[in-house]
């Protein structure tokens, strides 16, 4: 077998007596889709906090395409080839969201151009692309905070895939979304990911979610890995029906 | 193409006072030259930040004009020097500055130019005090010039100046890095996850707000043939941030929109009102900020937009 694209090893983090990462060990093989489901405040935020350099284990190590990237600033991971969407969508709300997405296509060449305009004819194109893909089109002149909540997250993850990662973290992409457009919204996502054979982890709440989308399911509880496997498979083990999606209530 | 229309008419406004009122070229000068400066206190408020120490790099433009005139004769190069030396100064304090936000980055600017006031003002034998240091006229492009002729080429001097000056940082805030000055001001954690180093898009910017106010101050030192520590006081300073606010940050034109208004209400109000004119300056400040948030390049943008948006 290839060697994953990501692998953690004995992960840990503790804030004080909460032990966000015990000891993690976790693979993300190229071009698969990880789910990691979880009670709240179990440390699924903190793994993509680490992996993307925002906190630092205390312990373990965290190798991408074989190089150790435990402890390395945001800017150097980016650089790597990861990004990464955020719970609550943080986006440049003074920018329209066609130059959000610009400002990150940017990011990748020609940032320090200091004449050259940052929506150039082929930056807007690509820009509107990617949009257009995850059918953002009609809101790409409005500004970023006039948009609902369902568009925010979307527009924040395309932003992070305008740095056209290899490795895609995307935390609670649904949360706040519109039940009812939560699979239209995944489809695209998913089918956008695959298009571009991006490798993506999402952090989930709504199990049906994660049983359409995701190839393969980490559950995280009290900074450990439950169990791991195909969707079907976890979905139905017991021991996680009772400790993640029973006693943490209904998928949500 | 509005825009380059209301340049074209400002400028063309601006060359009628200067001809028919031949006391309003100095007082346009001034106000061109001010206006350089506020154009560098702009694109630091478009990142959020407040400096409030910007007169340092204005006083080290006009001080550098005052020590090299013994040894160089041409104004241009002199104009040249000045910008060099606030840049450098600028990279200096910048590199420090830059780290800090909000009222850290406002009092540390503030700082940096009290000790500079204070060495203009306490090393003498180097800088004659508040005395101050008087500049020969030098000559322009070869040319010795004197009287009118001298008022008239500083004054297109500061034209040419400011047009470059507002054509070259308009090209800039379109550019990523000058598009990303906004994105420190909402969400600058977010440019770091994007790869963007949010201190160096801000320092590319405090380079060029410390080589504006060293253009804007030479041309002060090049018009008055004087200059004195006050140059650096803080009061001077606010001053910069003040115009900055009245004239808008939405549009290049803002800040010598707002400089020319300013200089000339000083003018008027100083004459009518001796002992009241901060008043009145102040009370236009208040009008402003309560009626016209965008200043007053917003308020002619509005205007723009009603006559021309119909037709």
Redesign the interface.
């Known amino acids: 077998m290839s060697a994953p694209l990501l692998a953690a090893r004995g992960l840990s983090l503790a804030f004080g007596g909460v032990r966000a990462a015990d000891g993690v060990d976790l693979e993300v093989a190229e071009g698969e889709i990880l789910a990691i489901i979880g009670p709240n405040g179990a440390g699924k935020t903190t793994f993509i906090n680490m992996v ?1 350099g925002y906190l630092r284990p205390q312990a373990g190590s965290i190798r991408f395409t074989g190089r150790e990237i435990a402890g390395l ?3 150097r991971i ?2 790597l080839g990861i ?2 969407s955020f719970q609550i969508p ?6 329209t969201v066609l ?1 959000n997405v ?3 296509l ?3 060449s ?10 150039s004819a082929e930056r807007r194109a690509e820009a509107m692309a990617l949009l257009a893909g995850l059918d953002l089109a009609a809101v790409a002149h409005a500004r970023s905070d006039q948009l609902d909540e369902g568009a925010r997250k979307l527009v924040d993850i395309a ?1 992070a895939l305008a ?1 056209r990662p290899r490795l895609l973290l995307m935390d609670e992409p649904t949360s706040g979304v519109a039940a009812a457009e939560k699979h239209a919204i995944m489809d695209r996502l998913v089918a956008a990911l695959r298009r571009e054979g991006v490798t993506a982890v999402f952090v989930e709440h709504d199990m049906e979610v994660v049983a359409r989308h995701a190839d393969r399911v980490a559950v995280w509880s009290q900074g450990r890995i439950l169990a791991e496997g195909p969707p079907a498979a976890v979905l139905a083990d017991p021991v996680v029906r009772r400790e993640v999606i029973g006693v943490e209530g209904a998928p949500c | 193409m509005r825009g380059t229309l209301t340049v074209g008419a400002g400028v063309v406004l601006l060359l009628l006072l200067a001809l028919f009122q031949p006391w309003l070229r100095f007082v346009s000068t001034i106000a061109l030259s001010t206006g350089l400066a506020v154009l560098g206190i702009m694109l630091l408020l478009r990142a959020g930040q407040v400096s409030f120490g910007h007169a340092l790099y204005v006083a080290a433009g006009a001080y550098t004009v005052a020590f090299l005139r013994p040894y160089l004769g041409e104004a241009l190069l002199l104009l040249l020097a000045g910008a060099a030396v606030a840049t450098g100064l600028g990279l200096l304090v910048g590199l420090f500055v830059t780290r800090y936000r909000d009222i850290f980055f406002g009092m540390l600017n503030l700082a940096f130019s009290m000790v500079a006031w204070s060495l203009l003002e306490k090393l003498y034998s180097l800088t004659r005090g508040t005395d101050g240091i008087r500049v020969v006229r030098p000559s322009l492009l070869g040319l010795g010039l004197d009287g009118p002729a001298w008022d008239w080429a500083l004054f297109l001097l500061a034209l040419v100046a400011a047009l470059l000056a507002g054509g070259l940082v308009a090209r800039y805030l379109g550019s990523p890095a000058g598009s990303a000055l906004g994105a420190i001001k909402t969400r600058e954690t977010r440019l770091e996850f994007a790869g963007i180093s949010a201190r160096r898009v801000l320092l590319q910017a405090y380079l060029a707000s410390a080589a504006l106010a060293g253009v804007g101050g030479a041309i002060t030192a090049l018009a008055t043939l004087h200059v004195t520590p006050l140059l650096a006081y803080w009061t001077h300073s606010g001053e910069l941030v003040f115009v900055a606010i009245l004239g808008g940050t939405g549009h290049v034109l803002g800040p010598f929109l707002g400089a020319v208004v300013f200089e000339l209400v000083r003018v008027h109000a100083a004459a009518a009102f001796p002992d009241a004119w901060q008043m009145i300056l102040g009370f236009v400040l208040l009008v402003i900020i309560l009626s016209a948030a965008r200043g007053l390049a917003g308020l002619l943008d509005d205007l723009a937009r009603r006559l021309g948006g119909r037709g």
């Open positions: 993307t600033p945001p800017r980016v650089r990004a990464r943080q986006l440049f709300t003074e920018h130059e610009a400002l990150h940017a990011a990748r020609g940032f320090w151009a200091a004449f050259g305009p940052l929506l932003m740095l």
